[in-house]
């Protein structure tokens, strides 16, 4: 059962609690979901959310209550979020911030620098067992995602979220980068995703392949758009292309399409001018 009252640590598994952060709406959901896992003889926290002192005060809480004081803050990415809270939780406990480097587009947490960056394949001894990182650019360039093995717990942040598709934002989100990130997930033995927001997700590879197969299908609907109107722009297309997604989540969609657009330019299926879209030739 997904408990959807912030504030109050729910135990996911041997080690490891889900904590809400006090920011749910519409690109939130119902809000981050910060995660505490046992770390030697303390905790890892891996996103712990927006900049909201109530928030750092209920992770410390809740750290307190488990008599196991912060050792390391862990983040997927930097949007504000996941991880500003880093910042206010490292000056109350000393605990060193982990993650991906920083990258510059407008919408990250602009004090993010890591004191140990970290990369695809590292690997972080928890004493009972190991978090592995998987780096899936796609979301956002610096997206890693870390698999805890002893479970098969993927901790996703937004590269997969419970609810609905995330929404993919040039120039640092790539449509193509987050499908070769989706496909990356498949071999790994993983049981339960747990993500940056919504419940857990309990039949993962399902998760992947539908994830992968509705950015498909969305893709074609982008091709038989512009196959239908040559010479458009993007916010011409949105009304078409999204025509099953309210009128209102029409500007936010658009990023995602503006993703697909750059994607088929880059496979060569489309050229842009004036920032308007027309299928090649060929394609
Ligand atoms: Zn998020």
């Given at each position: 059962?997904?408990?959807?009252?912030p504030g109050?640590?729910?135990?996911?598994?041997?080690?490891?609690?889900r904590?809400l952060?006090?920011?749910?709406?519409?690109?939130s959901?119902p809000?981050?979901?910060t995660?505490l896992?046992?770390?030697?003889?303390?905790?890892?926290?891996?996103d712990?959310g927006?900049?909201d002192?109530?928030h750092?005060?209920n992770?410390?809480?809740?750290?307190q209550?488990?008599s196991?004081p912060?050792?390391k803050i862990?983040?997927?990415?930097?949007?504000r979020?996941?991880?500003p809270?880093?910042?206010a939780l490292?000056a109350?406990?000393g605990?060193?911030?982990c993650?991906?480097g920083?990258?510059?587009?407008?919408?990250q947490?602009?004090?993010w620098h890591?004191h140990e960056?970290?990369?695809?394949?590292?690997?972080?001894?928890?004493?009972?067992?190991?978090?592995?990182?998987i780096?899936?650019?796609g979301?956002?360039?610096?997206?890693?995602?870390?698999?805890l093995?002893?479970?098969?717990?993927?901790f996703?942040?937004?590269?997969?979220?419970?609810?609905?598709?995330v929404?993919?934002a040039p120039?640092?989100?790539s449509?193509?980068?987050?499908?070769?990130s989706?496909?990356k997930?498949l071999?790994?033995?993983?049981?339960?995703?747990?993500p940056g927001?919504?419940?857990l997700i309990h039949?993962?590879?399902?998760?992947v392949?539908q994830?992968?197969?509705?950015?498909l299908k969305?893709?074609?609907?982008?091709?038989?758009?512009?196959?239908e109107?040559p010479?458009?722009?993007?916010?011409?297309?949105?009304?078409?292309?999204?025509?099953?997604t309210?009128?209102?989540?029409h500007?936010?969609?658009?990023?995602?399409l503006?993703?697909?657009?750059?994607?088929?330019c880059?496979?060569?299926?489309?050229?842009?001018?004036?920032?308007?879209?027309t299928?090649t030739e060929?394609?």
């Amino acid at each position: 059962m997904f408990a959807l009252t912030p504030g109050q640590p729910v135990q996911i598994a041997e080690g490891v609690w889900r904590l809400l952060a006090l920011n749910p709406g519409m690109m939130s959901g119902p809000g981050t979901n910060t995660y505490l896992i046992r770390y030697l003889d303390g905790l890892i926290v891996l996103d712990p959310g927006p900049e909201d002192p109530r928030h750092v005060i209920n992770i410390e809480v809740a750290a307190q209550q488990l008599s196991l004081p912060v050792k390391k803050i862990l983040v997927t990415h930097t949007h504000r979020d996941h991880s500003p809270a880093a910042h206010a939780l490292h000056a109350q406990t000393g605990a060193p911030l982990c993650g991906p480097g920083t990258i510059d587009d407008n919408l990250q947490d602009e004090r993010w620098h890591p004191h140990e960056q970290l990369a695809d394949g590292d690997k972080i001894e928890l004493g009972h067992s190991t978090l592995t990182v998987i780096s899936t650019p796609g979301h956002v360039g610096n997206h890693l995602c870390y698999l805890l093995e002893s479970e098969g717990m993927l901790f996703s942040g937004d590269h997969l979220i419970n609810g609905s598709t995330v929404v993919i934002a040039p120039p640092s989100g790539s449509m193509s980068a987050y499908l070769k990130s989706l496909e990356k997930l498949l071999p790994f033995d993983i049981h339960v995703i747990a993500p940056g927001h919504g419940d857990l997700i309990h039949q993962p590879k399902q998760a992947v392949e539908q994830t992968i197969s509705h950015r498909l299908k969305r893709e074609h609907k982008v091709r038989t758009a512009l196959s239908e109107r040559p010479n458009s722009s993007a916010s011409e297309l949105v009304k078409v292309v999204y025509d099953d997604t309210p009128a209102f989540l029409h500007p936010i969609a658009e990023f995602s399409l503006l993703a697909h657009l750059i994607k088929l330019c880059e496979d060569g299926v489309a050229v842009v001018e004036n920032s308007r879209y027309t299928l090649t030739e060929s394609a």
